[in-house]
C-alpha cells in the first residue's frame, strides 16, 4: 500500500520520543524521531528543559529536512521530549505540530501524544463553554486544559486527574520541572517501549528509535502504567486507572510498526512473514512469482512464497526518491502517480502468472493501479492476495481512516472488489489467520492476548461518542449505527 497515493485515506499516525538524564538528549531526541519518521510525515517537533526553562521547536516537515544542526543546539539541557505527527485529529497546520506547549501553575509543560481520544469533542465544548480558549484542533490540547483546570498540587497528580476524564488511545510522555512522564491508556492500543542509554533513558513508540541509538531494551511501558523519571533521577511507576482487558492494535503489526521493531512482545517482522503463510493456506493457487508491494508488502510475499512453494521476486520497483509533491506532466501519463513511486521488471514478469501480496486494502484505487501496470508490463494472470482481513470499519483511536462508506471491502463484495482492481482472484487473510499469525505461543498455541480488531469487526474495545458512531461507524448501506 502506498499512503501518498491514497490521499490520506490510511496513514501513520504519530511517534513519541522521551530522553532522559542524558547530555545530549536534544541529539538523542531527534535521532529516535528519525527512526519514528514513517508515523508521520507531516510535522516535527522537540522540546527540551534547561535551568527550569522551556525550549521548543516545531516544523512542518520531515526530521532530517526541517530540523537543523542550530535547532538542536537552541534545544539544552539533558531531558527532552519529540513527536512526528500525522493529522488524525486536527489539520496539517503548524499550530497543531507537536509538544504542545503551555504555562501551567506548574510552571511550562510540555504534550506529545500518539493515538486518537474518543470523547476529545464532547470535552471540548465542556471546556470552551466555561472559558478555555484553544489554540489548535489537536485533541491533545484537551489533555492540556484539563490538566490546567484540576486543582491538584503536582502537575503528577493533575494528570492523571485529567486523563481519568478521557476516552480513547493514547501513549503520552509529558516535560515539565517535576520530571518527564511516559503514559500508556489502560487499553496499551498504541505502543510505548522503554530503553536504557549510558546512564539515562529513553521513552519511544517502537524498538526502532531505541536500536538506531544502541540503546538496551528495558521493556514495554504497560497498559495503565504512568512511568515518572524526577529531576533527582529516581522513577517511580503506578497504575492509576481502573484495570480493564489490554486491547492493543492489530494493525499496528498488520502495517504500522516498522518491521524492524519489536512491539506487543512480538517481532513485526516475523509476525508478517506468518501472515504471508497463514494467507498461502488459506488462498494459494498456481502461479510462477510471488511478488510483493514494497515496501510494506516484502513480509508477507515473503512468508507466502515460502509456504506455498512459488518463487518469491522484486517485480515492482519502489523509488526511494519521490517526495510530498512533484510535476506532472501536462500530457496524460496512464497510471502516473502509481508509477512515479512503483515501476514493473517486465523481464521477470512477462508471460508468468503473478500472485501480487499486498498487507491490507482500503479504497481499491492503489490496487487497481497496480494489477493494470502488472498486466501492462506482459503478466498472463494477476493474483491479488491480502495479507489482512478486509477493512470494513474506520479506526477512532490514532489512524486516519475513511468513513466507512469509502472503504472498498464495506461496500463491496469479494468478486466486485476483484471485478474493480481487475484481477484474476482475489484472496485475504482470515481473522483467525491474522490471529494466528501474531500469537506468542503458548502452551495452547497462543497467548490469549485480545487484539483491538475494530477496523476488520467494528468490534470497538473503547466507547465511542454517538456523534463519532452516527458520522464515520454507520454502515453505508442502512441508517442504523453500526
Not at 96 to 103: G, K, L, R, S
Not at 136 to 151: F, K, Q
Not at 241 to 259: G, K, M
Request: proline share 5%; net charge negative.
Amino acid at each position: 500500500m502506498l499512503p501518498e497515493e491514497l490521499d490520506g485515506v490510511l496513514v501513520e499516525e504519530c511517534g513519541v520520543v522521551a530522553t532522559v538524564d542524558h547530555g545530549e538528549a536534544s541529539n538523542l531526541t531527534y535521532l529516535g524521531l528519525h527512526a519514528l519518521q514513517h508515523r508521520g510525515q507531516e510535522s516535527v517537533g522537540i522540546a527540551s528543559l534547561c535551568s527550569n526553562s522551556m525550549h521548543i521547536r516545531r516544523k512542518m516537515g520531515r526530521v532530517a529536512e526541517t530540523l537543523t544542526p542550530e535547532d538542536l543546539s537552541s534545544l539544552p539541557g539533558d531531558r527532552a521530549i519529540g513527536h512526528v505527527r500525522y493529522s488524525t485529529a486536527g489539520g496539517s497546520v503548524l499550530r497543531n505540530a507537536q509538544p504542545i506547549f503551555v504555562e501551567l501553575r506548574f510552571g511550562p509543560v510540555a504534550f506529545a501524544h500518539n493515538g486518537n481520544l474518543t470523547n476529545a469533542d464532547v470535552l471540548r465544548r465542556q471546556l470552551e463553554s466555561s472559558g478555555s480558549i484553544f489554540h489548535s484542533t489537536s485533541d491533545t490540547e484537551v489533555i492540556a486544559h484539563l490538566v490546567a483546570r484540576s486543582r491538584k498540587d503536582s502537575l503528577e497528580e493533575a494528570l492523571v486527574e485529567a486523563l481519568l476524564q478521557v476516552r480513547g488511545a493514547y501513549s503520552l510522555v509529558v516535560l515539565s520541572r517535576e520530571g518527564v512522564h511516559a503514559v500508556r491508556d489502560a487499553h496499551g492500543v498504541r505502543p510505548l517501549v522503554l530503553g536504557r542509554i549510558e546512564n539515562g533513558w529513553m521513552v519511544a513508540s517502537e524498538t526502532s528509535s531505541l536500536d538506531l541509538i544502541r540503546a538496551e531494551f528495558v521493556r514495554e511501558i504497560e497498559p495503565g502504567e504512568l512511568l515518572t523519571f524526577d529531576p533527582s533521577g529516581l522513577q517511580r511507576s503506578q497504575r492509576p486507572f481502573a484495570p480493564v482487558t489490554p486491547t492493543p492494535c492489530i494493525f499496528e503489526l498488520v502495517y504500522f510498526a516498522r518491521p524492524d521493531s519489536t512491539i506487543f512482545g512480538r517481532s513485526v517482522y516475523a509476525a508478517r512473514v506468518n501472515m504471508g503463510r497463514e494467507l498461502a493456506r488459506s488462498t494459494s493457487i498456481g502461479a510462477d512469482l510471488v511478488v510483493p508491494v514494497p515496501d510494506s508488502g516484502v513480509p508477507a510475499a515473503l512468508g507466502y512464497s515460502r509456504e506455498s512453494g512459488v518463487p518469491f521476486e522484486l517485480g515492482l520497483i519502489r523509488s526511494h526518491y519521490v517526495g510530498r509533491t512533484f510535476i506532472e506532466p501536462s500530457s496524460s501519463i496512464r497510471h502516473f502517480g502509481v508509477k512515479l513511486k512503483l515501476n514493473p521488471v517486465a523481464g521477470l514478469l512477462r508471460g508468468k502468472r503473478v500472485v501480487v501480496v499486498d498487507d491490507s486494502v482500503v479504497r481499491g484505487t492503489t490496487s487497481r493501479k497496480i494489477v493494470k501496470m502488472i498486466r501492462e508490463a506482459g503478466a498472463s494472470e494477476v493474483h491479488f492476495r491480502v495479507a489482512s482481513p478486509p477493512t470494513r470499519w474506520p479506526c477512532f483511536y490514532g489512524i486516519d481512516t475513511p468513513v466507512r462508506s469509502q472503504l472498498i471491502a464495506a461496500t463491496h463484495s469479494l468478486d466486485e472488489i476483484r471485478d474493480y482492481i481487475t484481477a484474476d482472484s482475489i484472496g485475504y487473510l482470515t481473522m483467525e489467520g491474522l490471529r494466528r499469525a501474531c500469537a506468542v505461543a503458548g502452551e495452547d498455541g497462543t497467548d490469549g492476548t485480545r487484539f483491538c480488531e475494530a477496523c476488520f469487526s467494528g468490534d470497538y474495545p473503547i466507547e465511542l461518542s454517538d456523534e463519532a458512531r452516527r458520522s464515520n461507524a454507520k454502515d453505508p448501506a442502512s441508517d442504523e449505527a453500526g
